[in-house]
């Protein structure tokens, strides 16, 4: 339990720092856009590279079930709120704002350093299989709204191919299991670079933080807590219970569940044209929110497994 405190204390300084270089004005709203770039294109994919590379990739059929569990729970998640909120008759926009924070987790912006810090390395392998799910969701929501909305197709493949998170995916397992070497060198500049992600993950997502304006999309955003925070954990832990996982798999799976609204809502709510301000209101109030449900749901596991 002192590792998931010391990690909350950790992870909580270093968001405050990035909302508190926001308020001296040492940084400011735009700046969020360039440090996301550095992460997803450097230090992100750097980062699952060298984890993937260096990990025991012998139970990678175990592994290979994390991103199904992801898709699963998203899914569920998604149609109960979607289910919820079609009987109040909100406009179509409105109603998928709140529905896409539901889907999409921040399984890698805050599920990785919460992970790596817990549950070390072996846990964040496990994290990485389980937010490729995330990346399909993304995808499927793309299409789905693309259906409901319009927009092109082809520019959404576009940018899952160009992802450099999947292509750090695939080239760190084929360099595992074919033994590939990569050199001293290239593997220290790596580890320099990945070494980089978490801290500023944790500042950008600091200085996202915007409360203003949040009392008007209240309800909606309490809805999102209720299901993003305790409901998918629930979801996630039937059906890690179902398959009959346990250890490692069993609790990341259920821990990732229960990350807030991911960065990747944004992107949808803007491509899409969505009600943003919903969907950034939800985002901010689960990821406020779960910096107290995570370290409940981190600290009960033990018991659950025990019972289980």
Same mark, same amino acid.
């Given at each position: 339990?002192?590792?998931?405190?010391?990690?909350?204390?950790?992870?909580?300084?270093?968001?405050?720092?990035?909302?508190?270089?926001?308020?001296?004005?040492?940084?400011?709203?735009?700046?969020?856009?360039?440090?996301?770039?550095?992460?997803?294109?450097?230090?992100?994919?750097?980062?699952?590279? &060298?984890? *993937?590379?260096? %990990?025991?990739?012998?139970?990678?059929? +175990? $592994?290979?079930?994390?991103?199904?569990? @992801? =898709?699963?729970?998203?899914?569920?998640?998604?149609?109960?709120?979607?289910?919820?909120?079609?009987?109040?008759?909100?406009?179509?926009?409105?109603?998928?704002?709140?529905?896409?924070?539901?889907?999409?987790?921040?399984?890698?912006?805050?599920?990785?350093?919460?992970?790596?810090?817990?549950?070390?390395? &072996?846990? *964040?392998?496990? %994290?990485?299989?389980?937010?490729?799910? +995330? $990346?399909?969701?993304?995808?499927?929501? @793309? =299409?789905?709204?693309?259906?409901?909305?319009?927009?092109?197709?082809?520019?959404?493949?576009?940018?899952?191919?160009?992802?450099?998170?999947?292509?750090?995916?695939?080239?760190?397992?084929?360099?595992?299991?074919?033994?590939?070497?990569?050199?001293?060198?290239?593997?220290?500049?790596?580890?320099?670079? &990945?070494?980089?992600?978490?801290?500023?993950?944790?500042?950008?997502?600091? $200085?996202?933080?915007?409360?203003?304006?949040?009392?008007?999309?209240?309800?909606?955003?309490?809805?999102?807590?209720?299901?993003?925070?305790?409901?998918?954990?629930?979801?996630?832990?039937?059906?890690?219970?179902?398959?009959?996982?346990?250890?490692?798999?069993?609790?990341?799976?259920?821990?990732?569940?229960?990350?807030?609204?991911?960065?990747?809502?944004?992107?949808?709510?803007?491509?899409?044209?969505?009600?943003?301000?919903?969907?950034?209101?939800?985002?901010?109030?689960?990821?406020?929110?779960?910096?107290?449900?995570?370290?409940?749901?981190?600290?009960?596991?033990?018991?659950?497994?025990?019972?289980?």
């Amino acid at each position: 339990m002192s590792e998931v405190i010391s990690t909350i204390i950790v992870i909580l300084f270093l968001i405050f720092l990035g909302y508190f270089l926001k308020r001296i004005n040492l940084l400011n709203i735009k700046d969020i856009e360039v440090l996301n770039k550095l992460v997803i294109n450097v230090a992100m994919p750097c980062l699952i590279f &060298s984890s *993937l590379y260096a %990990a025991n990739l012998s139970n990678i059929t +175990t $592994l290979a079930v994390m991103p199904t569990i @992801s =898709i699963t729970v998203g899914a569920i998640s998604g149609l109960l709120v979607y289910l919820i909120l079609r009987k109040k008759n909100l406009p179509e926009k409105k109603l998928w704002g709140a529905v896409v924070p539901v889907v999409i987790g921040n399984t890698a912006f805050l599920g990785f350093p919460m992970v790596l810090g817990v549950f070390g390395q &072996s846990g *964040l392998l496990r %994290a990485i299989f389980y937010d490729m799910g +995330t $990346l399909i969701l993304f995808l499927s929501l @793309s =299409i789905l709204l693309i259906a409901n909305f319009g927009g092109n197709i082809k520019d959404v493949f576009k940018r899952i191919l160009g992802f450099p998170v999947l292509w750090a995916f695939i080239l760190g397992i084929t360099f595992n299991l074919l033994n590939i070497p990569i050199g001293n060198i290239p593997a220290s500049i790596i580890g320099y670079l &990945s070494a980089a992600a978490i801290p500023i993950i944790m500042i950008s997502l600091g $200085l996202s933080l915007q409360f203003k304006g949040l009392k008007n999309n209240l309800k909606i955003a309490g809805l999102d807590v209720i299901v993003k925070l305790v409901i998918a954990p629930i979801i996630a832990l039937t059906i890690v219970t179902l398959l009959g996982l346990s250890n490692m798999e069993f609790t990341i799976a259920i821990v990732e569940a229960g990350m807030p609204s991911g960065m990747l809502t944004m992107v949808l709510a803007v491509s899409y044209n969505l009600d943003f301000g919903i969907s950034a209101d939800c985002s901010v109030v689960t990821t406020v929110f779960s910096l107290i449900t995570l370290p409940i749901l981190i600290g009960t596991l033990p018991f659950i497994t025990g019972i289980i």
